[in-house]
């Protein structure tokens, strides 16, 4: 059990559907960490560390500059992937103000898409980025993340004699928590399963609504030592656990034998459960990020929510729908439904669970749990305990 | 034969990696010559015993479907007219543990099974870049 670094502040701009943010991606940035630190009572220039992710086209040198940082002292981002890493950023995080090495460090992630290129295009991978696999795909119209986790949900699927209802379930929790949600950009857009299942193809079997949206927008968490938390005047929420890297399920290479079908997610659950002392059932509250609905089924099960065979059940029945669910999940209405901030904006939500402010609020949470993006290693997850 | 996603779709971009799988007219997996360990990816080192005498061979060129898909939403402009098609991985008979991906042609698209049996054929190409002349495998079904 970690229980040394807490977050003190999240802060959030506007989500806005893809390429209809008024401000550049920096702008939006900027905002987000400027409304983390207000939500935590720093001035800007005390912060003195930035994390991001998937190739963040802001640098810190040059947010800390435009934020007027007194000392820029830790700056880092993982390698690899994208969305995967969300939750690696608070890993990083409670590693810089634990070694001393910063005192009040930033995980952000900031995109728009206007201004440019669509993950979901496939651009990226064409040029040659994604997982080496994809780059074999391009003359067979393999190109974009969608396709890549449609063929290895549809092994899994065949395998497990899971059918498309446990897709359904986990778009349908999503939407329905969304409807909670002001900040959504799916409020006031109920879906229904006959929406659902009447919903055009993108990639068998992910219909338009397993796949997460396009956004505009950022997120941004402050992290720092408890003793300094304690000069701060809101709440501060703890972070119990991390987790992040490769296991046997080792992803390198994306169709390998070895590791097809499958999400590279059982060493995260693995890390996550010895690390904190807990087990699935533990958790009161649940972020998985939603790339499409595939990878989160087949992730539950690695992680050891259920076995294959079950996840329908698991899922069904409303499960995963609303502050009293059996398992409540995904309760700002995630990458599906409240926005694709590349799950930053998931792990923002994880700490408002734990502070009790969710507008889908879950009585007495104790474990809050965010988990980046299944189907890309390394992958990442974050615990965190009640808030202080 | 012509291409199964159109004469002017995208063509690999070569490397010193896929050039043997994209122009042999064969399914050329890498192998280790120190301990017979195959890749696919190809890559600098083996993944086995971490040496690198590596080389590529000819496999059969047969091999089963693991998965098969069919792609609905036109992610190119070039494919607004190819829509629905199917996108497969192969396991490579020959290369134990290297799955390959391509499409299968010659047949209706949702009629690809998991489990099918498939051969390699060949869609003639050339490199924009070079002028190199392509073949770049596909995959037919193998009526038992
Ligand atoms: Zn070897």
Redesign the interface.
Known sequence: MHGQAVVVGVGESEYYKHGRSPDTEFQLACTAIKNAAEDAGLELRQLDGLISYMDDRNSPLRIAAALGFDELSWSATPWAGGGNNSSATLQFADAAVCGGYANYVVGFRSLAQGQFYRLG??TGV?S?GGP??L??????????P??EC???T??WM?DHGVSQEALANISLACYANAQLNPRAVRYGQALTREDYHAS??????FHLFDCCQENDGAAALIVTTPERAKDLPGKAVPILATAQGLGPEIG??A????W??GMYYGNVGRMIWERAGVKPEDIDVLQLYENFTGPVVMALCEMGYCEPEEVEAFTGDGALEGPNARLPFNTSGGNLAEAYIHGLEMVVEAVRQSRGDSTCQVDDVNLSLAVGGPGYAPGSAVLFGPAS | MTR??GDE?????LTEQ?TP??TSGRIQIQFCDDCDHAQ??PDDVC?SCQGTNLAFRATPGTGSV????????P??PA?QE?V??V?V?V?VDGA????????VVGCPPESVE?GARVRAVF?E?KDPATGQDLL?P?WELVQD
């Not at chain 2, 134990?96 to 391509?102: A, E, I, L, M, S």
């Open positions: 295009a496939g064409a040659g080496p696999g780059g074999w795909g391009l003359p067979y119209g393999l190109m974009t969608a396709q449609a063929l290895h549809k092994r065949h055009r193809w993108i990639v068998e079997p390198a290479n169709f390998q034998e070895r097809f079908p | 199964y996603l779709f995208l063509t690999p971009t896929n799988f994209f696919q990816p993944y693991e998965s098969a898909v069919l792609v609905h939403h992610i190119h494919l190819r629905p098609y996108v991985v396991s134990p543990g290297c799955n390959v991906t391509g499409n998991i869609e190409a770049i596909q």
